[in-house]
């Protein structure tokens, strides 16, 4: 998922640097083209089903017969079982996201967020966030090797059940919804569970945890006024600025469980 | 372009801070919706100009008639002199970009790389990209202040021509096109500019530096496979991890002067 390059430094040295091999896959539903992804392309299946799901063009994984990544042609084709109810109108309108201030949400996610219910009884202990915060410290990944990759992760209290990076902290947080369509009922409902972020806590971000049922978000970095108006209207704490001991709650603070002052 | 807000640190302490306030602008274009982003909306008009620039929707300011922006409707309504050529095949196909790895850039843009010819002849002086970090470290700024924005800014040498933040990368870069298309001709053409961007060089940046003219690119942060290649086939110097003295140079160091070795 990286790529070895020679660089030349401050110094007008060449060196030799790793930096992330992303690619181009497009995906294909039922035959039509739906969009381009650029991607590390670690899970290329999950990423594409939670794609669809975050897109909310699909409501269950049981509207998916097969998705077939063909990484020669760069292509994932998606067949569905009855097809995908007006696509065409679904797709047509784009709202841009803050994450790069130019993404795109297809039309009606927004309205969305008012249907969504978390769990009002969900916690979190200060020492399992700190504990979430060393997982992360201590992963292997693509980021300490080469920078310029998102991470993304989903933890029950500090047990981490997956980390995923990727170019674009969308695709890291779309392949989670992926793999959790994909799995039991104790993983896949998120109402325990909590995740985790190094990408900034926009609107969108905080709105695709909470269609992950997800109530509780931890970010590496901080939040902008949409992100927050969303978390505060769902109900979801909104944790940033969280490295070592150091985070701010900006949101739903009740949430968290003050068991472990830091030093 | 901040708000305060009320947080709960580490300590379990309420305490005020800044987080950046962007806000949705729907972009009509003659009477037609076209997009929504979020910005912090300091030039709006700006924006749009270089949005449809650098999505190529337009060729040149004037096939622009007006745009006017109206933030108690949120809506910037764009007037074009004779239309849009085929706007509707043009923003169908959505090509996702890696800086959120969902951003949204129109089919076609991709294509345009191979047509276009920076000057070949252009430099910067190692002496010239410390000044370009020295101002923009002195720069007073939304990011110093609420932190989650991105800076882009456009330069002569190590002089500052203009300097944008934005919730998103993108939005910054497509004003500072917006702005430059309203300049002189001796501003409009870029090729004896640089661009920097705290963001990473992602294809698309590099590709809408390129549209701009601007052969020399510095970044706060790094690269990806993408970005490199498009960087190597247009002729373009990518130079990123650029703080105080120390830098990395991707692509076409020959652009580079080594004129001023680091203490």
Redesign the interface.
């Known amino acids: 998922m990286t790529?070895a390059?020679e660089?030349?430094?401050?110094?007008?040295q060449r060196?030799t640097?790793r930096?992330?091999?992303?690619r181009?896959l497009t995906v294909y539903v039922d035959k039509r083209?739906l969009?381009?992804?650029?991607?590390l392309g670690a899970h290329p299946e999950w990423l594409v089903l939670g794609?669809l799901r975050n897109q909310r063009l699909i409501q269950s994984v049981h509207e998916i017969e097969s998705i077939t990544v063909d990484w020669d042609v760069g292509a994932a084709a998606v067949r569905t079982r009855h097809g995908l109810a007006d696509i065409e109108d679904r797709t047509a309108?784009?709202?841009?996201?803050?994450?790069?201030?130019?993404?795109?949400v297809f039309g009606g996610l927004m309205d969305e967020v008012e249907r969504i219910r978390l769990n009002p009884d969900a916690r979190l202990r200060?020492s399992e966030l700190y504990g979430i915060l060393r997982v992360i410290r201590e992963q292997d990944s693509v980021y300490k090797q080469?920078?310029?990759v998102?991470g993304c992760a989903l933890f029950r209290g500090d047990e981490l059940l997956l980390f995923v990076e990727?170019?674009?902290?969308?695709?890291?947080v779309?392949t989670i919804a992926g793999w959790m369509a994909l799995q039991g009922e104790d993983v896949a409902r998120g109402d325990d569970k909590v995740f985790y972020t190094t990408?900034?806590l926009?609107?969108e971000m905080i709105i695709k945890s909470a269609q992950m049922g997800v109530p509780i978000v931890v970010s590496r970095?901080?939040?902008?006024?949409?992100g927050?108006e969303v978390a505060e209207r769902l109900g979801l704490c909104a944790i940033g600025r969280a490295t070592h001991?150091?985070?701010?709650?900006?949101t739903h603070?009740h949430r968290?469980v003050?068991d472990t002052?830091?030093p």
């Open positions: 790529r390059v660089i030349v430094d401050e110094y007008g060196r640097l930096i992330p091999a992303e181009p083209e969009i381009t992804l650029m991607t794609y309108r784009r709202v841009v996201t803050t994450g790069c201030g130019q993404g795109s200060q080469a920078g310029s998102h990727d170019v674009g902290r969308h695709n890291a779309d990408g900034r926009t609107s970095s901080g939040t902008t006024q949409m927050l001991t150091r985070f701010l709650c900006y603070a968290l003050w002052p830091p």
